[in-house]
């Protein structure tokens, strides 16, 4: 007799299709399959936590490939392996992820897990059983990736520099920068945005800058190494987002690779650096958003084809422009520090230039070693031209760089 397991599995292996599958779960006893069907959900999450990935993107990618409510079985997941471990043994950005999903143990059992869910959702069993079983379809089809946070059960130094030995970020330049570019997404006068923006990008670049020039004077520097981060690009017009994350990462002295298929890029350098990437490339997507709503043209069946030519061509141009603003303000940035003049602020570009031309080459050697091979991805197609001057013009409006010198 065949057990529940092996059918889950043979499902699994496309040894039987998926319809079989889930019929035979149906007609069988359910105390003998509730228990083997979500154990076999907490052991494949498990395994793929344990394999690197982290609870926001594991809820992310099932999220983009199944449906909202098979994400929610993750985020229930996660509480229930947070159960199996003391909370000195579960990195502070690991559980942070969980409470930011909202991930509590809400059912009173594991073996009544199914049935207060389908009494919580108003769905009938077979209808949960298919939730559960296609879940387990998408997990089966995630490879391991790279280990950037220790998964739970792992040791956690008490005094972290960083998970990857770099400098602590200062938490209260970030509180500013956060607050500043909370007003810039709020306000809706693009000539406050352009201000709390740019002064976000000055705090952001002043600080990485000040802290290469400590490296730069200190005689027995700690060693610093460089850090990774995964950052969700969601859909639709994913290429284009990507694009722009890659934009505001080599403007902050990173670099990145981009995942499409598992719906994020990683982002390579300084602990200080990804904090202003992660937190200016989020502001720059509400920003985009923002304004492509109040430009884009009217939608429906006929315009549909022109909206999606207008959104894709917008985003490439606001790309496109900000990358030249941000390139502005790095270079802007570096003449203030390194040009003539007195102050504790100022370096002797013989002093600072080879610390930058050292921190970049450790960045690309450590990227290298995650990602041995790449492919250099395709530029996007513009096909609508009040797409691209809209995208334009909203990119100016943000104006990043080149006010950086006026906005202190």
């Not at 000195?88 to 950005?93: N, Q």
């Not at 602990?271 to 985009?288: G, K, M, P, R």
């Not at 390139?327 to 370096?347: N, S």
Request: charged share 25%.
């Amino acid at each position: 007799m065949t057990s529940v397991r092996e059918r889950i599995r043979a499902v699994l292996a496309g040894a039987i299709d998926y319809e079989s599958g889930l019929d035979a779960l149906a007609v069988a006893r359910s105390t003998e399959v509730d228990p083997e069907l979500v154990a076999v959900k907490d052991e494949a999450c498990a395994r793929l936590w344990r394999g690197g990935w982290q609870p926001a993107e594991l809820h992310r990618v099932v999220a983009r490939r199944g449906q909202p409510r098979q994400a929610d079985l993750v985020t229930d997941a996660v509480a229930g392996y947070l159960r199996q471990f003391p909370a000195g043994t579960v990195d502070p950005r690991w559980r942070a992820q969980a409470e930011f999903l909202g991930a509590q143990v809400w059912w009173s059992s594991d073996a009544r897990y199914l049935d207060e869910l389908a009494a919580r959702w108003r769905l009938d069993r077979v209808a949960v059983l298919d939730l559960v079983l296609g879940l387990l379809v998408i997990l089966s089809t995630l490879p391991p990736i790279e280990v950037l946070l220790p998964p739970p059960g792992s040791p956690v130094p008490g005094d972290r520099p960083d998970a990857a030995g770099s400098s602590r970020v200062d938490a209260r330049l970030l509180d500013r920068v956060r607050a500043l570019l909370a007003k810039a997404e709020s306000t809706t006068f693009p000539a406050e945005a352009e201000t709390y923006t740019a002064k976000a990008q000055e705090l952001a670049t002043r600080h990485s800058l000040d802290e290469a020039l400590l490296a730069a004077r200190c005689a027995d520097p700690a060693p610093v190494v460089p850090y990774a981060r995964r950052i969700g690009v969601d859909h639709p017009h994913e290429k284009e987002k990507a694009s722009l994350l890659d934009v505001v990462a080599r403007a902050n002295r990173c670099h990145t690779v981009s995942s499409p298929e598992l719906a994020f890029s990683t982002v390579f350098g300084f602990d200080t650096d990804i904090e202003a990437v992660d937190l200016l490339y989020t502001s720059l997507l509400v920003q985009a958003h923002r304004a492509m709503a109040r430009a884009e043209p009217p939608g429906g069946k006929a315009g549909r084809r022109r909206l999606k030519a207008f959104r894709q061509s917008f985003l490439v141009a606001f790309t496109v422009r900000i990358d030249e603003r941000l390139t502005e303000a790095a270079q802007l940035a570096l003449a203030q520090v390194t040009g003539p003049g007195e102050g504790t602020g100022r370096a002797d570009p013989a002093d600072l230039l080879p610390v930058l031309a050292a921190r970049d080459e450790q960045i690309r050697d450590t990227m290298r070693r995650v990602f041995p091979h790449t492919v250099r991805a395709r530029g996007s197609r513009v096909d609508s031209r009040e797409g691209w001057e809209s995208g334009r013009q909203a990119a100016d409006r943000a104006t990043l760089p080149t006010d950086t010198g006026r906005h202190s």
